[in-house]
């Protein structure tokens, strides 16, 4: 008899079939899809296969290469200070077709200094949506980057904006899809080390200079820029066939991971260390896809089985 968790486990290898199925990309599928790049027709256009299975991957891979970095992003603005500040933001965000912004727990908002720094981009501030908590601002999204003047002791990888933009162009060029969060700190004290903790990749503004601290709404304006010019630019970097996970499903899965290790002894909650922030690391640099995380999820799964004598699973 296979235990239920294997099975659940086995089920997502076998429906996952990444390998399985880019085997079955076809040359013409990939030529599409070179094609596709470089041209703003619709993706159907130029799809043509013979074979049903591959047919059905390369209208996928290519239906989703047009998609834009810009409409990907979201900008988080941390607990800011000043509205000025929040309108100025808002005004870089627009100048380079950036439109939605996230702010969590303003110090005053709306407010007049943020409509007037605004200036033309009122339907940008208009449209931000303000939550109370980090955590809500990024749940629906899947890939967190921190723009940050500081370096930390347990660090993701670090690049510059230029690096970044023509990372994630390229990552969008290729079908990956979901939302990315990009966060900025309070003017006076940055993001904290819990608030770096979400954070997949770090972006620092090289200044050259004694004072790396840049205003808020100044470093916005940077990476918007470098944003806009690389998504014009963008080529594939590889093929994609599965949805990246959103933040609350991995927090879930850090909830059970925690819960697991507490179980097999590994994690002394009374001494923790670092742990979880270490294997927060790890995972987060993986960027599991959905169909990853259901494996991950059987194996904790089976772990708990075995710890619990294979008896009956709590609610
Ligand atoms: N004194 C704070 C800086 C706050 S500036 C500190 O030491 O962290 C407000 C925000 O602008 C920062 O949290 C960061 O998101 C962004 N920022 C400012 N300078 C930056 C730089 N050189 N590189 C990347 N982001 C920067």
Not at 248 to 269: K, Q, S, V
Not at 302 to 315: H, M, Y
Request: net charge neutral; glycine share 6%; proline share 7%.
């Amino acid at each position: 008899m296979k235990l239920p968790a294997r099975r659940a486990a086995e089920t997502a290898i076998l429906t996952s079939g990444c390998t399985k199925r880019l085997g079955q990309l076809s040359r013409r599928g990939l030529r599409a899809l070179e094609y596709h790049a470089m041209s703003p027709e619709p993706a159907e256009a130029v799809h043509e296969s013979s074979n049903p299975a591959a047919a059905e991957v390369d209208a996928k891979v290519v239906a989703s290469a047009p998609a834009n970095l810009r409409s990907q992003l979201r900008v988080v603005l941390v607990e800011p200070q000043h509205p000025g500040n929040i309108g100025a933001c808002a005004r870089a965000m627009k100048n380079f077709g950036l439109r939605e912004l996230a702010l969590v727990a303003p110090q005053k908002f709306p407010h007049a200094d943020a409509s007037a720094m605004a200036a033309n981009a009122g339907d940008v501030l208009d449209a931000a949506k303000v939550y109370p908590s980090l955590q809500e601002a990024l749940a629906d999204c899947s890939r967190v980057v921190a723009s940050s003047a500081r370096p930390r002791y347990i660090s993701v990888p670090v690049s510059t904006p230029r690096e970044w933009a023509q990372t994630a162009a390229n990552r969008v060029a290729a079908g990956e899809g979901g939302r990315i969060a990009l966060l900025f700190g309070r003017e006076r004290t940055g993001l904290t080390n819990d608030e770096l903790d979400y954070a997949h990749e770090l972006i620092v503004i090289p200044t050259g200079g004694i004072d790396s601290s840049l205003n808020l709404a100044a470093a916005v304006q940077i990476l918007a820029y470098e944003i806009g010019l690389a998504a014009g630019a963008a080529i594939p970097d590889r093929i994609v066939d599965d949805e990246p996970v959103d933040q609350a499903t991995m927090e879930r899965f850090y909830t059970h991971l925690e819960r697991a290790l507490i179980g097999t002894r590994f994690l002394d909650p009374e001494h923790p260390r670092f742990l979880m922030r270490r294997l927060r690391k790890l995972f987060g640099r993986t960027a599991p896809s959905a169909n990853e995380m259901s494996i991950l999820r059987g194996i904790l799964t089976s772990i708990e089985d075995v710890l619990r004598g294979f008896g009956p699973r709590p609610k």
